[in-house]
């Protein structure tokens, strides 16, 4: 069963930084690309950044782009999103998942269902 647990959300005001962690077991990580979701309340969950599964290849949202840079550690099965400049409108939990890529988007894997709990990111303005 796959176990993916995100963390390093928290609360900090506009223009701060945040860096979430996503560590995941039950799959073989490297074989993998992996994304970061978020969805905010009374919002459809969207996509915010993925990295293939070598990191030579990273896909950005435009709302996020040159501010959040995506990463990921194949030898410590993590991934990581570097958050700066945040903005109030990034306040949402965020997710991450195994995806599916494209050149310019990315979904969840087939058959990918075992959502963690998220990493709620809140931002004040």
């Known amino acids: 069963q796959v176990q993916v647990v995100e963390s390093g959300g928290g609360l900090v005001q506009a223009g701060g930084s945040l860096r979430l962690s996503c560590t995941v077991s039950?799959?073989?990580?490297?074989?993998?690309?992996m994304g970061w979701f978020r969805q905010a309340p009374g919002e459809e969950r969207e996509g915010v950044s993925c990295i293939s599964w070598s990191g030579d290849y990273t896909y950005y949202a435009d709302f996020v782009k040159g501010r959040f840079t995506i990463s990921r550690d194949n030898a410590k099965n993590t991934m990581y999103l570097q958050m700066n400049s945040l903005k109030p409108e990034d306040t949402a939990m965020y997710y991450c998942?195994?995806?599916?890529?494209?050149?310019?988007?990315?979904?969840?894997?087939?058959?990918?269902?075992?959502w963690g709990q998220g990493t709620q990111v809140t931002v004040s303005s």
């Open positions: 039950g799959l073989t990580f490297e074989n993998y690309a």
């Open positions: 998942a195994p995806v599916s890529m494209g050149r310019s988007y990315f979904v969840p894997h087939p058959g990918f269902g075992d």
